[in-house]
């Protein structure tokens, strides 16, 4: 009779070891609760990070910055270029008025020329020269006092017009238009000459004078 009931009483606690046992029984684990803490970091580390309005705008701004100062920097150089060279084309363009007016006074003393004041005519235009034409010049001094005084010549220069041909900073070629009314002992009324002359000009920097290097009949 004991037997039949200790086999229909059922067991107490359900089955598992903590029935067995008699103590008690482990509660069980929520369903994901190992990586519920971590889950919502990898997540938010994933998402898109919003971007920065104040950074895109301070980006723009500083190229825009850069472009402006390299477009002043090279306007200011283009303006430094165009003024230097405006002026050194403007002290050129003044350097050779000084070119023409010195021709036109050599030219005026080669023609200008009478025996009472030989020595200095001759060496009026000896110093306006340069050069070839100077060394010439020198070299005829004693020839040309001679014939002057002998021929009792008296000629007077006078320059009509003169023009610059070309030229650069150290040379100018001008071309002069003279008359010149000489006198002599075969004509003491005197008789007027017409003449062109190209005379080659080249700028002394030692005594920042222009002088005539070459002067010879043209036309």
């Known amino acids: 009779m004991q037997r039949v009931m200790a086999t229909r009483l059922p067991r107490s606690g359900g089955s598992g070891r ?33 971007p920065d309005p104040f950074r895109r705008e301070r980006t723009t701004w500083l190229a825009v910055s850069v472009v402006l100062t390299l477009l002043l920097l090279a306007s200011m150089g283009f303006a430094g270029w165009w003024g230097y060279d405006w002026y050194e084309q403007r002290q050129v363009r003044e350097s050779h008025k000084t070119a023409v007016a010195a021709a036109r006074q050599t030219v005026v003393d080669f023609f200008s020329i009478s025996g009472d004041s030989v020595d200095r005519d001759v060496e009026q235009v000896i110093q306006g020269a340069t050069g070839t034409f100077k060394e010439e010049y020198e070299a005829g001094r004693a020839e040309l006092r001679t ?62 004078r222009w002088l005539v290097a070459d002067l010879k009949f043209v036309g």
Not at 34 to 50: C, F, I, M, V, Y
Not at 162 to 180: F, K, Q
């Open 18 to 50: 903590g029935a067995r046992s008699g103590g008690p029984a482990r509660p069980a684990r929520a369903a994901g609760s190992r990586s519920s803490g971590r889950r919502p970091e990898s997540a938010r580390a994933r998402l898109p990070k919003k």
């Open 147 to 208: 014939a002057v005084k002998e021929n009792k010549v008296k000629s007077e220069g006078k320059v009509l017009r003169a023009g610059l041909v070309s030229g650069d900073s150290d040379s100018a070629t001008v071309l002069v238009a003279a008359d010149a009314n000489v006198r002599n002992a075969n004509s003491p009324k005197g008789r007027k000459v017409h003449y062109r002359v190209q005379v080659e000009m080249s700028y002394d920097k030692k005594s920042e």
